[in-house]
């Protein structure tokens, strides 16, 4: 199994910036990648971004190109989400999720952490 702790969700005014981390624990060598998801009030819960854990490799959904960074750090079992230029419509609670070496979708998931941007 796979624990993951959100943190650094919070309120920011439109143009802000945050950044999230992603804390895992457990079984880290079977991790195949991380991926950040959001879920804004009264809609399903979508793929933000992701990044496989031994290569680097990243996905963005079109929405976030150019305005989110997703990166890990190895040596600390951790996986950051920088979102630079907020906009209101990016207000949801952002979760971390793992996907396992295969595995076919993602399994473990961390509480989740609200983010609130205003206009």
């Known amino acids: 199994q796979v624990q993951l702790v959100e943190s650094g969700g919070g309120l920011v005014q439109a143009g802000g910036s945050l950044r999230l981390s992603c804390a895992a624990s457990?079984?880290?060598?079977?991790?195949?990648?991380v991926g950040w998801f959001c879920q804004a009030p009264g809609k399903e819960r979508e793929v933000v971004t992701s990044i496989t854990w031994s290569g680097g490799t990243t996905k963005y959904t079109d929405s976030v190109k150019g305005r989110f960074t997703i990166s890990r750090d190895n040596a600390k079992n951790t996986v950051y989400l920088q979102m630079n230029n907020l906009k209101p419509e990016d207000t949801a609670v952002y979760y971390c999720?793992?996907?396992?070496?295969?595995?076919?979708?993602?399994?473990?998931w961390g509480q989740g952490t609200q983010v609130t941007v205003s206009s």
């Open positions: 999720a793992v996907l396992m070496t295969g595995d076919s979708r993602y399994n473990y």
């Open positions: 457990g079984r880290i060598s079977s991790i195949y990648a």
